[in-house]
């Protein structure tokens, strides 16, 4: 993992790729599915992100989520991994899931690291970028509301429809 990072850092995004595909082949052959896989997954993805095949970098992120799902875990390496595949998403222009990784992102920074971490601001960042492009409106949802007013007769009534803000959590 520590060449993966040298060579990454001096450009050598193919080397990095190499090295770190025969770290996750070696966990997986391994029956290792923990969070050493996870994080040989998320490396990978990211240098594949850095080298722009973006679906092989969204695959392997999605990966790493997948492990971490199942180990239960929510902490900043999954805020980080939300953030890589925001990313891909962002530059593979699928803006809808891009924003759901890129909210997500930010919710996690925010929980644990505060609104005042450049984790956060980098993550919020992000999804206002994401939600520019989409001319961004809040999801509005639809409901019927029935009313009836007492001074007509019975059978007279009105549905009228309104647009009410979704609530995010």
């Given at each position: 993992?520590?060449?993966c990072i040298r060579d990454s850092k001096k450009g050598?995004?193919?080397?990095?790729?190499?090295?770190?595909?025969?770290?996750?082949?070696?966990?997986?052959?391994?029956?290792?599915?923990?969070?050493?896989?996870?994080?040989?997954c998320d490396n990978l993805g990211y240098y594949y992100?850095?080298?722009?095949?973006?679906?092989?970098?969204?695959?392997?992120?999605?990966?790493?989520?997948?492990?971490?799902?199942?180990?239960?875990?929510?902490?900043?390496?999954?805020?980080?991994?939300?953030?890589?595949?925001?990313?891909?998403?962002?530059?593979?222009?699928?803006?809808?899931?891009a924003e759901t990784h890129a909210d997500k992102a930010?919710?996690?920074?925010?929980?644990?690291?505060?609104?005042?971490?450049?984790?956060?601001?980098?993550?919020?960042?992000?999804?206002?970028?994401?939600?520019?492009?989409?001319?961004?409106?809040?999801?509005?949802?639809?409901?019927?509301?029935?009313?009836?007013?007492?001074?007509?007769?019975?059978?007279?009534?009105?549905?009228?429809?309104?647009?009410?803000?979704?609530?995010?959590?």
């Amino acid at each position: 993992s520590e060449m993966c990072i040298r060579d990454s850092k001096k450009g050598d995004v193919t080397e990095a790729i190499e090295y770190a595909n025969k770290v996750v082949k070696f966990y997986k052959d391994s029956g290792n599915n923990d969070e050493s896989l996870a994080k040989a997954c998320d490396n990978l993805g990211y240098y594949y992100l850095q080298n722009k095949e973006l679906e092989k970098a969204i695959e392997y992120e999605e990966n790493c989520l997948d492990i971490y799902s199942q180990l239960h875990l929510e902490n900043e390496k999954v805020a980080n991994t939300h953030y890589n595949l925001a990313a891909c998403f962002e530059r593979s222009k699928k803006f809808n899931e891009a924003e759901t990784h890129a909210d997500k992102a930010s919710e996690l920074y925010k929980k644990l690291l505060g609104e005042d971490s450049q984790l956060f601001k980098e993550a919020d960042e992000l999804l206002s970028k994401i939600q520019s492009k989409t001319n961004y409106k809040p999801q509005l949802t639809l409901s019927l509301i029935h009313i009836s007013e007492p001074t007509r007769p019975l059978y007279i009534s009105y549905a009228v429809f309104c647009l009410k803000k979704k609530k995010h959590n």
